[in-house]
């Protein structure tokens, strides 16, 4: 396989785990990374590089919208499918 498949095969599983994700309930971008890893029983470590452009893709697709929520003392980013 080329780099520029494994690459996309990489990025299409990635937006599948953050949609499995948020489907679950709206989270932060931090919360995403945590669900994921508790989704794969602590195999998968996502680097928050990689988390990131892939949110902002997936929000410039219009698979997720992103909100700013009030949270106790913070405001954050809440992302939802």
Wanted: proline content about 4%; aromatic content about 4%; glycine content about 8%.
């Amino acid at each position: 396989m080329t780099n520029d498949k494994q690459n996309d095969v990489l990025q299409g599983t990635l937006d599948l785990l953050i949609l499995k994700a948020v489907s679950l309930g709206p989270l932060h971008g931090y919360g995403v990374l945590l669900r994921i890893q508790q989704i794969s029983g602590e195999e998968l470590v996502i680097q928050q590089g990689s988390l990131y452009p892939a949110l902002y893709r997936l929000e410039h697709q219009g698979a997720i919208r992103s909100a700013w929520a009030r949270a106790r003392t913070t405001v954050a980013p809440s992302i939802t499918s």
